[in-house]
């Protein structure tokens, strides 16, 4: 089974969040900075009024609290609207 997002919305595998410590001290998973970049894995076909953009394999930045995370076959995701995507970094 695949994920194909529908209309401007696009599916991405978020880069994992770097994990830091000072003194020995351990972060938990709730206090890390959520990663604001990601891979775009699949990219609806657009809108009458908004044409896609972004394609797969795209590097993109998006917002801190963009997209709605979804799980899926033990891996997460993100699931956003392209207009939530803030740049697309190119080689």
């Known amino acids: ?53 972004v394609k797969k394999g795209d590097q993109v930045l998006y917002g801190k609290y963009a997209g709605t995370e979804i799980e899926f076959e033990g891996e997460k995701y993100l699931i956003m609207r392209q207009s939530d995507i803030l740049a697309v970094l190119e080689a």
């Not at 775009?40 to 908004?50: F, I, Q, R, S, Y």
């Open 1 to 53: 089974m695949n994920i194909k997002p529908l209309a401007d919305r696009v599916l991405i595998k978020p880069t994992p969040a770097e994990e830091t410590t000072l003194s020995g001290i351990i972060i938990p998973d709730s206090a890390k900075e959520k990663p604001l970049r990601g891979e775009v894995l699949a990219a609806g076909e657009g809108t009458k009024d908004e044409v896609m953009v």
